[in-house]
Each structure stands twice: as C-alpha cells, then as structure tokens.
C-alpha cells in the first residue's frame, strides 16, 4: 500500500510539471549563461521548470514552457537587495529553440551577453516577442526571421549585429514594434517594408544604413513614430510621408540627405520633425496652417536659403524651432509663440533679422 501511494504521488508530481525536454533545454540555455551578482538562476532547481523558476512562465494546461523574461534592469526586489543593475555574460544557446511552444522571449538589459541570435529561433512558430536589447549581440538578423508570423515585438537595439535588413522581414504580417538601433546594420532598407501594415513604430537610428527612403514606407498607414536619424540616407525625402494618417514622429536627422524640403510635412499630423544635420535645400515651402502644430520642430545644419515664410505665423504651434545654421535671409515673422524662443533658434544664418535677433 506504501509504496502504490508513492507511485500515485510521484505520477502527480509528473503530469504537472513541466516536460522533462523543456526542463532540459533551459538548462541548457542556462548553461551558456553566467550570471554572478545576483543569482537569479538559484531559483532553476528541481524537476517542475514551471514552478517558481525565475523568468519562466508555462502555459497553464499544456505545462510547456511560454515566456523566458529576464531583464537585466528591473524593480524586482532580487535587483533592490542587490543594489546593483544586472550583469551577465556568455551567449544565448540554440537549446532555446527546442521549446517549442515559446511565445515570449525577453533577454534584455544584461550588456555583457554576445554570440549570434540562434538561427532556429525562426523556427519557432508562436513567437510573438523577441526582445534582446542591450547586449553585445554580434551576426546578423536570421535571414528567414520572416517565418515568425505571430511576432509583433522585434527588438534588437544597442547591440553589434551586423549585416543588411532581411528582406524576409516585411513578411512579418504582425509585427507592431521594430527597434534595431544602435548597431552596425547597413545596406538599404528592403523596398518591400511597406507590406508591413500593422507597424507603429519604427526605430532604426544609429546604424551605417544607407541609400534612399523607400516610398513604400507610406503605405504602413498605422505608423506612428519613424526614426531613421544618425545613419547614411540619401537622396530625397518622399513627399507621400507627409501624408501619412497617424505618423507623429519623423526623425531624420544627421543623413546626407538632400532635395527640397516637401511642403507636406509642414501641414501634416507630425509633431515632432527633426531633420537637421542633413543637406536639405531650397526655400522652407510656404505651406505652414492651423493644421501645423509642433512639438519641436528642427531644420538647422542644411542648405535652405530664402526667408522664413509668412505662412509660419498661421501655425498653431511651434514649441521648439531651430533654423539655425542655414542661409536664411530677411525678417522674422511675428507669432505668439514666436515670443518664447531664443535668438539660437535663428543664428548662423546669411541676414535674418527681427526679434529675437537685431533690429531690420
């Protein structure tokens, strides 16, 4: 009787644990992992994965392995004993992609951890966030990262990887949030990323990307925030990005871009404008509305010439306006939220003149 009872116990135990291949392919991720300072693999002992490993969380009927979240940076309280941010060093084992059933995996903020993104992450089909930020991930963006047709995070910022975007990518037919910046991507950006339509927010800065905005990019009618600022581009800014619905955000600062500055911007939904540090000329388009208000927005460090447009005073907003560093010329029009801003604003420039600057 004793011993028919232990069977019945242990059989339990069994069927609500986690299944031993799981179990196994975390310590083998674990394996490739060391982490010194505040030991949050202490916790990855026993045979259930799903009970009280830290970061773990398995799918409540299934019991298979869902979500690996491990933030080197956290208001856990293992990171307030500690005092200290998290550290850890190795590489993210390929023994990942054996859990076949993972929907997020979160390996953030640990700033020593290298290596490639394993190949077969690809392979997991109910991926839906992949978030490495903050490492030293070197190799490229797997070719065929297309294939995860459920990922709506892909965030790859402040690491080394290398290489082109993969064409495959605008076949993420999911994807929300796509943050590669801060890396050493280069090449051009595929023209085919405009068949991402469920795209918010795209951060690509940072990088060694170059040749022309693709048009296309305005076909993503749910994008929000575009930033493609500290990187190659050239060529022409495509005026259909001023007609974009909810775009808000458009930074492309410190390119090599040139052309005029398309009138479309001036009177769209965008807020904040930042593309300074380029080779943009031509007059400022005589084009500003009630339709425009912005939040900031910054012309300095190109080639426009002309005066400031009358227009300007009709905008309902300017919060920040730098125009600096150009070869403007002529009066300054008057606005009430011109009365805040700063001679800066309209310094280094051919003869501007008018308050804040000297008297015409």
Aim: aromatic share 6%.
């Amino acid at each position: 009787m004793i011993s028919s009872s232990l069977l019945l116990v242990s059989g339990h135990v069994t069927v609500n644990a986690c299944p031993p291949a799981d179990r196994a392919a975390l310590l083998a991720f674990k394996a490739a992992l060391h982490e010194p300072y505040l030991g949050i693999f202490n916790s990855w002992t026993g045979y259930d994965c799903c009970n009280k490993w830290y970061g773990v969380t398995c799918d409540p009927s299934t019991k298979r392995v869902a979500d690996i979240n491990l933030r080197g940076e956290s208001e856990d309280p293992i990171f307030q004993k500690a005092r200290r941010t998290g550290y850890m060093t190795g590489s993210i084992s390929p023994a990942i992609c054996k859990l076949e059933r993972l929907s997020t995996v979160i390996i953030a903020d640990w700033k020593g951890i290298s290596g490639v993104i394993p190949p077969c992450i690809s392979s997991l089909p109910f991926l839906r966030i992949l978030d490495l930020i903050g490492n030293q991930i070197s190799g490229e963006i797997p070719y065929d990262i297309g294939k995860l047709s459920h990922l709506m995070v892909l965030n790859v910022a402040d690491n080394k990887i290398i290489g082109r975007i993969p064409r495959s990518l605008a076949d993420l037919s999911s994807l929300k949030h796509l943050d590669l910046r801060n890396n050493m991507i280069s090449g051009t950006i595929p023209r085919n990323i405009g068949k991402l339509r469920m795209l918010s927010r795209a951060l690509l800065s940072g990088n060694r990307i170059y040749g022309p905005i693709p048009e296309t990019i305005s076909y993503i009618y749910r994008l929000s925030d575009l930033d493609l600022s500290l990187n190659r581009l050239s060529g022409p800014i495509p005026e259909s990005l001023g007609k974009m619905s909810v775009l808000g955000t458009l930074n492309l600062d410190a390119n090599m871009i040139s052309g005029k500055l398309p009138a479309t911007l001036l009177s769209s939904r965008i807020s904040i404008l930042n593309l300074s540090r380029n080779a943009i000329e031509g007059s400022i388009p005589d084009f500003f509305g009630p339709r425009s208000y912005f939040m900031m927005l910054d012309l300095s460090y190109n080639k426009l010439k002309g005066a400031i447009p009358k227009s300007i005073s009709s905008a309902s907003f300017i919060g920040h306006l730098d125009l600096s560093h150009n070869h403007l010329c002529g009066k300054i029009p008057a606005a009430s939220w011109l009365e805040h801003l700063e001679a800066s604003s309209f310094t280094y420039n051919d003869c501007l003149c008018g308050k804040p600057l000297k008297a015409c």
